[in-house]
């Protein structure tokens, strides 16, 4: 019985020492059972154990998993928000601050180049300049009308002419021609003021009126006045300076009580400066409508190729390339062309001895020959010729002679 529980003893003492000696290898392998990523670099149970190294256990995807980690994410994210709202908040008005900064600079620099600096010319080019000026004041010396600012044509003696302001203003109808004009259709008549025709017609603009167009004929001189309330025929004969008895032998009447928005025949009177030269067509509109810069005044400035006195035939309104250029008033595109000085440009004729130039356009719209209304567009904006930047070159033409833009722009 001794000799064999020695030899059981003795197995279980080898037993054991095999065990330490041979079951690391499945030590091992059940360990990477339990986790597949777990690595061990020596030998457990060794003196020169030095190292033990893990990495993370791999999982299985799921959506379950996927909104848990996601939950986590914004939850953090949150605090994180709450915790630090104050520095965020600074950072986020400093950002804007500096975008804000950033955007008007950019702005103001294109400003900057958009817009038109002293302009440098040749001297070759002073012939160019000479050349156009000419063409236009040929252009407008053509169906010149002669009349004073009340209307009074100057080629007519008014002192041959003996008008009847005893008997009542009497009308007829006209047919407008091809080829008539308001002075040419009054002399016809025998009246001396072109703004009979205009008040008595209620003409709004002159150039307008068009062939096949009827138009009443008065057989005097005088403007039609339409009665307000409160006015007298006292009132009326003292403001314009006419006789009391005309008035009422002129117009037949026989009471001197007055209504409101009745119509009377003002004999011998005229049509104020300023309504007459907007009936006219002599009060242009701005050829740019969109923000523009004054650049360069009509007048005098300081040459630039001399560096003395010279004048400047027009007045330069700078904006981007591209701005659409309208007509400051209705006429007839006579020229389109290049020239080294005033690059792409445009002339209209708008009759009355008015012209206007249009130079350094990008690009031409309106063609020779065209007739245009007041505010057509015919250009846009550009740098052509002597330029330093993108700009408009306006010019005015009174029966031959240059005038200041300011003078007819509303």
Known sequence: MEIISYVQDNSRSRNFKNFINFS?????????????????????????????????VKTDFSIRVFFKVIGASVSEAGSFIRENIKKLSVILASVLTAGTLCFFTLKLINHHINHTGPLTLQGADSGDIESLNKLMANFALEGKIDYDETGNLLDVDVSSVKPNFTQPVTFQTYKVRSGDTISGIAKKFGLTNISTLISVNDIGNVRQLAAGQKLRIPSIDGIVYTVKKGDSLNSITGKYKISLEQLLDVNELTSETLSAGQQLFLPGAAMDAASLRNAMGELFRMPIASQFRWSSPYGYRIDPIAGVKSFHTGTDMACPTGTPILAAMSGKVTTTGINRVYGNYVIIDHGNGYQTLYAHMSKIIASKGQWVSQGTRIGLVGSTGYSTGPHLHFTVYKKGKLVDPMTVLK
Do not use: D, G, V, Y
Not at 41 to 53: A, D, G, M, V, Y
């Open 24 to 56: 690391l290898p499945e030590l091992q392998f059940r360990h990477k059972e339990r986790s597949q990523s777990a690595s061990i670099t020596s030998n457990i149970f060794s003196p020169e154990l030095k190292s033990f190294s893990a990495q993370k």
